[in-house]
């Protein structure tokens, strides 16, 4: 056991940044929730039909990808008529994923 690497790395993971982006992108099961992020980032909303068609879903498990982020709090929604349009609501996961992209 290198014991210098050890503590080094274990150091790297304490710093508050890494626990800050372990946390935020633990709330994501999979990549479609993460892409959603970056397509909401580009268009500030986006309806589920939207989202369906950018991710080559059903319109069933687009809803679904966004409902838990609803759930989670990440994501708010607007209705105009019968079309709900959702929107990053997390201005943390927002700034989390701009210095991403």
Same mark, same amino acid.
């Given at each position: 056991i %290198?014991?210098?690497?050890? $503590?080094? !790395? $274990? &150091?790297?993971?304490?710093k508050e940044k #890494?626990? *800050?982006?372990l946390? /935020?992108?633990s *709330?994501? $099961? &999979?990549? *479609?929730? /993460?892409?959603? /992020?970056?397509?909401?980032?580009? #268009?500030?909303?986006?309806c589920?039909c ?5 991710? %080559?879903?059903?319109? !069933?498990? !687009?809803?679904h990808?966004?409902? *838990?982020? !609803? %759930?989670?709090? /990440?994501?708010?929604t607007?209705?105009e008529?019968?079309?709900?349009y ?5 201005e943390?996961i ?5 210095q991403l992209?």
């Amino acid at each position: 056991i %290198n014991q210098q690497n050890v $503590t080094t !790395a $274990t &150091n790297y993971l304490e710093k508050e940044k #890494v626990q *800050k982006s372990l946390r /935020i992108l633990s *709330k994501f $099961t &999979n990549n *479609k929730q /993460i892409n959603i /992020i970056f397509y909401l980032l580009a #268009v500030e909303e986006l309806c589920v039909c939207d989202i369906a068609c950018l991710l %080559n879903l059903s319109m !069933a498990s !687009a809803s679904h990808h966004l409902r *838990k982020l !609803a %759930n989670q709090n /990440i994501l708010d929604t607007r209705r105009e008529g019968k079309i709900i349009y959702y929107f990053i609501k997390d201005e943390e996961i927002r700034e989390f994923f701009n210095q991403l992209g």
